[in-house]
């Protein structure tokens, strides 16, 4: 019963060439759009669950209003804004900044930038890395 209808099938496939090839390409669109939703969405849901406490700890973004242009959005803020924060809000336990930096080091006649980033001393405190 069951080569009875792979035989039908396949008949069906070699009869209508056309309209079985739009509908198996429009099927491995539609299963490879499908995956890569899915890898993009499980992607994003497990963004920064490697981290200790990640359920606690916050990120601040600030927004730059430009008149005349788009805001601008980065994930910056000034120095003043950490003590300001846990002086309105009582429910922050620990605030620590990190700043990234790309100074030019010389050594001897070797020129080079190098990243680097700057924390505060407490950034242990938040984050438990060995």
């Known amino acids: 019963m069951l080569r009875n209808y792979f035989t039908v099938a396949v008949r069906g496939l070699f009869k209508n060439k056309l309209y079985s090839s739009i509908n198996i390409f429009g099927l491995a669109v539609g299963l490879a759009a499908c995956l890569l939703i899915l890898l993009f969405v499980r992607d994003e849901l497990s963004y920064d669950r490697w981290i200790p406490g990640n359920e606690s700890i916050y990120r601040v973004h600030t927004r730059f209003d430009i008149p005349g242009r788009a805001p601008l959005f980065a994930v910056t803020s000034p120095g003043a804004a950490m003590a300001a924060l846990q002086k309105d809000f009582s429910e922050i ?7 990234q930096q790309r100074p030019v080091i010389k050594r001897g006649s070797d020129v080079f930038y190098e990243e680097m980033l700057l924390a505060d001393a407490n950034f242990f405190d938040i984050f438990q890395f060995p």
Request: aromatic share 0%.
């Open 93 to 99: 336990e620990a605030a620590t900044r990190v700043s």
